[in-house]
């Protein structure tokens, strides 16, 4: 595939489930090249089911040498990078008294240390098409919100939306936008990953949609038609914002 085939091409990480899936599946069907990275090669192959435009890369973000991996194979695939979507993330509640180096490790490698290189690693390739990265972040980790339970997650969150608004002047120069989305909570069937039994998970969303004034908790679909809408050309005014999509949760 060469880039006249794609209209731009992107790059997922997380691309094997949930919002990541449906993200990646929103730009093809854009008519988008897309990228999709992520630990299990099973489930990036289903994503890339039935969608032509989507190719995968079974690769650990947290492993020095995957960044630079990453961008050159988007562009051996794609000859471009327009768009570097920072969505993968390791979940996983856990107190204070209980984190442990491992987690700490783990956590932070993933949600904050590899969008940092991957950011570095595509700049050039981004520069060159004027593109975007958009970083998924969480509504629970916004403004003064705090978070029982889940520190390090959400401190890794606020860390991200910091790196957004803070790339968003460091890069303009250089014609990149940074933009964040904080999605509510999302049914991506990640109660297991989030260490929650099947019917914790489900009393955690019956809960959400008491709280949420949206009444529900939202789809993976409807947080991907936002990024596909974040890094459209009418929204070039658009830089360093971190824009919630979550129901009006964080609004309670
Ligand atoms: N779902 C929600 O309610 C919600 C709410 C707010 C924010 N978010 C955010 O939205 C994003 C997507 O969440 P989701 O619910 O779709 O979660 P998910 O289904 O658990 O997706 C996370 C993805 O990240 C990949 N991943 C994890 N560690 C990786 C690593 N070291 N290298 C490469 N890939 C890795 C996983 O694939 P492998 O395990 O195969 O590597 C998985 O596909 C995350 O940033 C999350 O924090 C989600």
């Known amino acids: 595939m060469t880039e006249n085939d794609v209209t731009r091409a992107v790059i997922v990480t997380g691309g094997g489930t949930g919002i990541g899936r449906a993200t990646a599946r929103a730009f ?3 008519g988008d090249g897309v990228l999709v990275v992520g630990r299990t090669e099973s489930t990036l192959v289903e994503t890339a089911k039935d969608h032509d435009t989507i190719r995968v890369l079974a690769a650990d973000i947290t ?4 960044p630079e991996h990453v961008v050159r194979t988007a562009i051996r695939e794609f000859g471009r990078v327009d768009v570097l979507v920072n969505n993968a ?3 996983g509640y856990r107190p204070l008294a209980d984190l442990d180096r491992g987690t700490a490790d783990r956590q932070l490698g993933t949600n904050l240390v590899a969008p940092v ?3 570095q690693s595509a ?3 981004l520069e060159e ?5 958009v970083n998924i972040s969480s509504a629970g980790a ?8 889940n520190s390090l997650y959400g401190a890794a969150k606020a860390a991200l939306d910091f790196l957004t608004r803070t790339w968003a002047v460091e890069l303009a120069p250089r014609g990149i936008r940074v933009v964040g989305l904080a999605p509510g909570v999302v049914d991506t069937r990640s109660g297991p990953r989030m260490g929650l039994t099947d019917e914790q998970y489900e009393g955690f969303l019956a809960q959400i949609s008491e709280q949420a004034p949206a009444g529900r908790v939202g789809t993976p679909e409807e947080i ?3 990024v596909t809408q974040l890094v459209s050309p009418e929204a070039r005014y658009v830089t360093g914002a971190v824009l919630p999509v979550d129901g009006g949760l964080s609004l309670t």
Do not use: E, K, M, Y
């Open 224 to 226: 991907a038609w936002w």
């Open 117 to 119: 290189f991957l950011t």
């Open 142 to 149: 916004l403004g003064l919100r705090t978070w029982p339970n």
């Open 89 to 91: 993330a390791a979940l």
């Open 28 to 30: 093809a069907a854009r």
């Open 63 to 66: 492993d020095p040498a995957v």
């Open 123 to 125: 700049l050039g390739a």
């Open 129 to 133: 098409s004027r593109g975007t990265v």
